[in-house]
């Protein structure tokens, strides 16, 4: 009776020690950089026209919004990322801000085609015919794997900007963009 049972259990623990079963956590991008281009269009109101205290008559922000966004994060947990970096827009002549981006990123389902939600919030950082703007935003999108460190990625962006203290633009639009991550067995091209 114990021959059986320690035959057994040699037979079980041998079974578990070579099997050829792979772990079954979750990927992680690790380090990554999301160069992104966007296109918005201003929903707001366009009777709401802005103030500024250098100006005598009223100023109203532009209809369409474009720029450009660099972004450089970690991946540290499987549905949770955090990036910062830089955004370009141009909102209306001489509206030419530069932000500071800080960028949390939820991932779900990781991996070939992940669903992602990005929330942004910037701080302007030069100086133009507007100074102390800032905005908050969301881009809902999805990546597609491309090869072992790359995904292209879509999305729809929703935009917030204050100029000089005042809400002067809800922007909603499109985005485009890669990303490059360290993390080679991210997708499935790069499992061997």
Request: charged share 15%; aromatic share 16%; no cysteine.
């Amino acid at each position: 009776m114990i021959k059986n049972i320690l035959l057994f259990l040699g037979l079980l623990s041998s079974a578990a020690f070579f099997s050829q079963e792979t772990e079954t956590k979750k990927a992680k991008m690790d380090f990554y950089f999301n160069p992104s281009l966007n296109i918005g269009f201003n929903v707001q109101n366009r009777n709401n026209q802005t103030t500024n205290s250098q100006y005598i008559e009223p100023k109203r922000v532009g209809k369409i919004t474009y720029g450009i966004t660099a972004i450089g994060g970690y991946n540290f947990l499987p549905n949770f990322a955090l990036g910062t970096g830089f955004k370009y827009s141009f909102i209306e002549n001489n509206y030419h801000l530069v932000y500071w981006t800080i960028q949390p990123k939820i991932i779900f389902n990781p991996g070939d085609r992940p669903f992602y939600i990005d929330l942004n919030y910037g701080r302007q950082l030069n100086h133009s015919v507007i100074s102390d703007s800032e905005f908050w935003g969301a881009r809902l999108g999805m990546m597609v794997s491309y090869s072992k460190r790359l995904s292209q990625e879509g999305g729809i962006i929703f935009e917030g900007h204050q100029l000089n203290g005042k809400s002067n633009g809800f922007f909603i639009g499109l985005s485009y963009g890669i990303t490059i991550f360290s993390n080679k067995n991210y997708t499935g091209y790069g499992e061997d």
